[in-house]
């Protein structure tokens, strides 16, 4: 069964700091990254990051966040520095399932809620 779960959300105050983890099992996963979906609003993308460590950022965390994965463990972290209360909202962990050569499959997690107070 192909699961990924995120842990590490909270309530924290602005400037503050908080690292969510997203475990992936169940099969290989190729990209990795997070989203995130304030009320009201789209689902937006956060930063991603590749099986080799390339790293992309959405223009409004760049500088502040920062994506890692232990693709030993198929693993993936955001440590999120500097948080705005506009950083606030549901995050979400999402994977490429590799099923075969040809074929990947985009896996979600269930979201974990962050939210930054003023």
């Known amino acids: 069964q192909v699961q990924l779960v995120e842990s590490g959300g909270g309530l924290v105050q602005a400037g503050g700091s908080l690292r969510l983890s997203c475990a992936a099992s169940?099969?290989?996963?190729?990209?990795m990254g997070w989203y995130r979906q304030a009320p009201g609003k789209q689902r937006e993308l956060v930063a991603t990051?590749?099986?080799?460590?390339?790293?992309n950022y959405a223009d409004s965390v760049e500088g502040r966040f920062t994506i890692s994965r232990d693709s030993a463990k198929n693993t993936v972290y955001l440590q999120m520095n500097s948080l705005k209360p506009e950083d606030t909202a549901v995050y979400y962990c999402?994977?490429?399932?590799?099923?075969?050569?040809?074929?990947?499959?985009?896996?979600w997690g269930q979201g974990t809620q962050v939210t930054v107070s003023s």
């Open positions: 999402n994977g490429e399932q590799v099923l075969n050569t040809y074929n990947v499959i985009l896996r």
């Open positions: 169940g099969g290989i996963f190729r990209g």
């Open positions: 990051v590749t099986r080799t460590g390339s790293t």
